[in-house]
Structures are given as C-alpha cells and as structure tokens.
C-alpha cells in the first residue's frame, strides 16, 4: 500500500516550483488592495506624487527603487493602491523558484524541495503581508534571488540582486553578512556585485534627497531604537507585538519544525541561512516595532526550508500525517489569530463618519494620516498619542465642544466611553462629549 502521508515525494522540486510561479502572482492578484491600509501606504503614496523623505513621503531612507517602480505604474494610469502593491505580487512569481534554488544548492532531496515549497505557499504570512501596497514582497524575492545566486555560481549576479534590493528596503542589508559563509573569491565577487547594484541607484537618490535630509535621516534611524521603533528597547506595540510575533514567525507548529530543522539541515545549509538571515532576524527583534509582521516576511522562505528538513527527518506514515495535520491545524489557527485583516483607509474613514457624525473633531493615532488622507481637505482629524494629550488641546481650544471622537490607539478612552464603534481593523472609535474631559 503507498503511504499517503508522503505526498511531496510524488512530485518534483521543477514542477513545484513551475506551478508557485504562475499561481502564486495569480492568486495574491485576487487579494489586490481596493485602497490604501495604514499610515506607512499613505506615505509610500505622498511619495508618487512628490518625493521627499523630510516629510515622510515616503519616510526615510525613501525606498527609492521602489518608489520609481510604483511611479512607472502610476504614470501608466493605476490607482495608488495598484500601483504600491502590484510589484510585488509580480515579482512573487520568482519566490519560489528561488528558495528551492538555493535549497538545491546545499544538496536537500527532491521531495524535501517539494515540501518547502508547499510550506511557503502555505504561510499565512504571505497572504497577510504579500499583497498589501508595501514594498515587502517585492524586496523579500529581489533578496532572495540574490542569496540563490550568491550560493550558487554566480556571486556577483547575487551582489547586484542584494544592492538593488537595498533600494527597495533599506533595512535588508544585514543579509550582506551572507558574504561570510562563502569562499574567498566569491565573496570577493559579492562584494564587487553589492558595490554595483547600489551604485545603480544611489547617485539619482542623492540628487533628488533634499537639503539637511542626511541629518535627518540619521535621527530617525536612531529613531528605531526609540519609543515609535522598538518593541524590545521601548516597548512600541507592545498591546499587539505578540499578534505581529506570531503572525511574523509562522504558524507555531512550523516554527517548532523550523527549531527542529536548524538540527537536521545539511551544516553547509545551516551555516549560510544563519550568516545571512540571522543578523536580519536580530535587526528585526531589536530595531522594529514587532507588531508590524511584515518585516518577518524575508524569513517565510528559510522556515519552509528547514521545516521541510525536520519533516523528512520524521519516520513515514502515522507520524508523519499527524505533523502535517498539525500544520494546517495551526495554520488555522493563526489566521483566525489574525483577524481582522489591515484597513482599508476609504472605509475606515467612511465608518469614522457614520460612528460619529456630530463630532467636532477626531483624534487618532497612527490612523490618522489614513484617515487624513480619504478625508475632505480640512477635516478636523488630529494626531494625539494619549487621553490626556487631548484634554491639553480642549483646554488650549476653548471653542472645541459637543462631542469627539477619540480611537482606540489613544491610551484611555475605553474607561470613559464603554466598548466604542467598531471602525475596521481592529480599530474603534469612542464618542465622547468633550465637556466630560475639561
């Protein structure tokens, strides 16, 4: 009788990987943003119209490979939307083909191939993350095309692949250290091939930064390890870092097969994703808010990889089922975690309204600057980070009364105004009349 529970055994690594390169562009295009979700989109779309860092559009260091790519989109007609999320969905299409390259490389059989390349598919991560109007599907398959080709036989290809992603996302560039895992001369060619492809953009990103934008550039890099930037330093996100830590380091069962896998990969395998992704990792657990899961998404392919060497280290039959079992299981479960979905900003602002349309004002968190941004041009939508924030702005703005509005990210309302209007996004928004905060 076959055993059922080895089912990647049935296929080969060249048709799995055929088969994620045209469905997995076709079926994150189904889930395409109708409009913008958050205040980093909004910047990233202030930028296709008029770069400049200083003002956070985008904020730095201005993503500019991605911002020319989106800007190509959008001269070309597509909405905002369209235009930030579309490049990365197409490009998604060389995900895949990439990691079982590089898995390939290091010697992994055809159905632990097979395997990895399921597990990806199957990341909740990526379905959450990959088609939002971000640049962090396009910049996680640029960099992994670039540690494919540099594992391979083409390191200076994978140093040009790496620079160029560098100008996309920024903060990609602890994946450099990948340099340490290889042979002399291939290093030396990364190096040369790193050297090149950001060469390829940085003079034209120079020239159109405006004055005094390195200082400033500097102070928010700094900013990152501060209270807007760091979970672990400052404790940023903290009420959701736990959502955006499971969400970011995949469902719980694979991550402890991933654990397991780090044992049972080939060392050549373990020494190169640990050169050149676990600096990455740090980065991400030291200088980022983690309740932003996105910035896990380079890490979605190495999961699958060393999962799929924990997998084929588990004896066929029963055993092996029940872990697959426990996958989907978990998988499940992160996604119901996970709920609900990120904004979309038109409606979001469209239910502010109705929740509370006598209000004077509204005060918002970081969902101001989305909410600002499908609002009529005038509308009273204030940034505030406390409660008490605002009852300094009622006593400076005596004119300010009747009732506002006031969203759940501010520290405090709920004590004051019950359960509040569900607005979208996990997002709530409380009427409260402004003479009770005088």
């Known amino acids: 009788m076959p055993d059922r529970s080895d089912f990647a055994a049935r296929l080969s690594a060249p ?56 800007r190509l989109l959008a001269w070309a007609g597509l909405p905002e939307a369209l235009a930030l999320a579309l490049p990365g969905v197409l490009a998604s299409a060389a995900l895949v083909p990439a990691q079982l390259a590089l898995g390939r ?46 594992a391979g036989e083409r390191p200076g290809a994978g140093g ?95 991550f402890a097969l991933a654990l397991f896998g780090v044992w049972r990969a080939p060392a050549p395998l373990r020494r190169f994703l640990a050169w050149a992704l676990g600096p990455y990792l740090l980065w991400v657990l030291i200088g980022q808010n983690l309740s932003s899961a996105r910035h896990f998404l380079p890490l979605a392919p190495a999961l699958g990889l060393l999962a799929a060497c924990a997998l084929g280290a588990i004896p066929r039959g029963a055993l092996r089922g029940l872990a697959y079992a ?6 499940v479960a992160l996604v119901a975690l996970a709920r609900p979905p990120h904004p979309n900003g038109r409606e979001l602002y469209a239910r502010a309204s109705a929740a509370c349309p006598d209000c004077s004002a509204i005060f918002a968190g970081p969902s101001q600057r989305l909410l600002e941004h499908y609002a009529p ?30 969203t759940s990210e501010l520290a405090g309302p709920a004590s004051l105004a019950g359960r509040g209007a569900e607005i979208g996004g996990g997002l709530r928004l409380y009427r409260i009349d402004a003479a009770a905060l005088r």
């Open 326 to 331: 426990s996958l989907a299981a978990s998988a």
């Open 160 to 254: 040009v692949a790496l620079g160029v992603a560098l100008g996309i996302r920024i903060d990609l560039a602890p994946l450099a250290f990948a340099a340490a895992a290889l042979p002399g001369k291939a290093r030396v060619r990364l190096g040369a091939g790193l050297a090149l492809g950001i060469g390829l953009w940085l003079p034209a990103f120079l020239c159109a930064l405006p004055h005094g934008a390195p200082a400033r550039g500097l102070a928010f890099a700094l900013g990152h390890f501060s209270v807007w930037g760091s979970t672990a330093l400052a404790g940023a996100g903290g009420s959701s870092a736990a959502r955006g830590l499971a969400l970011g380091l995949a469902a719980p069962v694979l």
């Open 15 to 70: 048709a799995a990987a055929r088969v994620c390169a045209w469905a997995l562009p076709v079926l994150l295009a189904l889930r395409l943003p109708a409009a913008l979700d958050g205040a980093d989109s909004v910047n990233f779309a202030l930028g296709l119209l008029d770069f400049d860092p200083a003002l956070e559009q985008p904020h730095f260091p201005g993503y500019p490979v991605y911002i020319a790519l989106c």
């Open 377 to 406: 041009a005038g509308a009273p939508l204030y940034r505030r980070a406390s409660l008490s924030a605002v009852r300094l702005d009622l006593e400076a703005w005596p004119m300010l009364g009747g009732a506002i509005g006031i």
């Open 105 to 150: 490389r290091f010697g992994l059989s055809e159905s632990a191939l097979v395997c990895a390349a399921v597990l990806l598919f199957a990341q909740p991560l990526l379905w959450f993350e990959g088609p939002r109007p971000m640049p962090d599907l396009l910049a996680t398959t640029c960099a992994w095309v670039a540690l494919a080709l540099a």
